[in-house]
């Protein structure tokens, strides 16, 4: 679609050209609704186009696809960074999917029975908005007192690449997630690293991945659907990929307790003691990028939407895809995003009839 055209009435916009956009967007072209995808992104690939260098799946090729297209690997390989990118620029390509790009949506509004959705090339006019923008763009920082005086360089996991340039450095990584635990494991390659976390970190064992995780996660989901409830398996929180063990053996991954102040040379632990530091990674995750849908009303403390499977309960032109299991069950992940693309693609179909 040209600029020009900006101004037609369309039956569907997904806000958002990553997985979630694209796994929308291939079903619609399964139905006979116009649609167009608006990606701020210049090149397809979404978030995992600014993951870091050595980032790769918890799962091997196979568990990790979207509907319609396996990703090329099987069933033993772990796709890095790039070859998902190359995957989603492939899924893209492969089902001819309508997606403009770079557009960013500055703002979603009601127009009539129509929304219409401000953007840095126009606006556009919808019967129906999915949003699918997931997270990447808003990094959570935490309140941590003196954040602001630290005279080091502070980084958050987004804007991580690679352990260049912090050869010799005194780094400290804050998070007891798996980015935390695969960035302490590069940059302790390097640097004199230690790892800050609110609880000591979890480790799962080592023959567990992605594809046992998603196993016992949709054997929970199906037991709730049915009205049981299982426990979550105990499995901990940090894969252990090739990086992670081989830090272990190192002898890295000891976490201290989170420090409870920032100085301007450094830490204070919750001891007393202090630490300088060139450099605190930020691995504390990210929250719904939604700002887009603030003029709409529909957002809730802390920037979520209520909704009801993935439709807003506030504003029913309205539906949500990719965020999390708040917007359908594993909808953040490759293989588990297009289960909510199908329903949520039927009901907008429903809606619209």
């Known amino acids: ?113 129509l929304l219409r959705l401000g953007t840095d090339r126009g606006t556009w006019r919808a019967r129906a908005v999915v949003s699918a923008t997931g997270t990447f763009d808003a990094p959570h920082w935490p309140e941590i007192p003196g954040r602001d005086l630290f005279q080091g360089r502070q980084l958050h996991s987004s804007e991580y690449r690679s352990p260049a ?3 010799g450095q005194r780094v400290i990584v804050v998070g007891g997630g798996n980015s935390g635990a695969q960035i302490v494991a590069e940059v302790s390659r390097v640097a004199h690293t230690t790892w800050a976390t609110l609880t000591p ?3 799962m064992p080592d023959d567990i991945d992605g594809r046992v995780l998603f196993g016992a996660a949709t054997q929970r989901y199906r037991a709730q659907q049915a009205g049981s409830d299982l426990p979550p398996p105990s499995l901990g929180d940090i894969v ?12 890295v991954l000891g976490a201290r307790a989170m420090f409870v102040r920032v100085t301007a040379q450094g830490v204070v632990w919750p001891d007393g003691a202090t630490s300088d530091a060139d450099t605190i990674i930020w691995c504390t995750g990210f929250r719904p990028a939604l700002q887009h849908l603030d003029s709409l009303g529909v957002l809730e403390d802390p920037g979520y939407v209520r909704v009801q499977g993935t439709r807003s309960r506030a504003e029913p032109r309205l539906w949500l895809v990719g965020y999390g299991n708040w917007t359908g069950f594993a909808s953040a992940t ?8 199908r329903a949520t693609v039927a009901e907008v179909v429903a809606a619209l009839r």
């Open 1 to 113: 679609m040209s600029t020009g055209q900006q101004e037609v009435a369309l039956d569907v916009i997904v806000i958002g050209g990553g997985q979630a956009g694209l796994a929308v967007a291939r079903e619609l072209g399964r139905t006979p609704l116009s649609y167009v995808v608006l990606d701020a992104q210049p090149a397809p690939g979404g978030a995992w186009r600014h993951g870091w260098d050595s980032l790769n799946l918890f799962s091997p090729a196979r568990w990790s696809s979207l509907p319609g297209l396996p990703m090329p690997g099987g069933e033993h390989r772990y796709p890095g960074r790039d070859d998902v990118v190359r995957y989603l620029e492939a899924y893209e390509a492969r089902y001819g999917l309508r997606v403009q790009r770079p557009v960013r949506v500055r703002w979603v509004r009601p127009d009539g029975a």
């Open 240 to 251: 252990m990929v090739p990086s992670v063990r081989e830090a272990r053996e190192r002898g």
């Open 334 to 341: 490759l293989v588990g995003v297009g289960r909510s693309a």
């Open 201 to 203: 970190p979890s480790f």
């Open 165 to 167: 340039g912090l050869e």
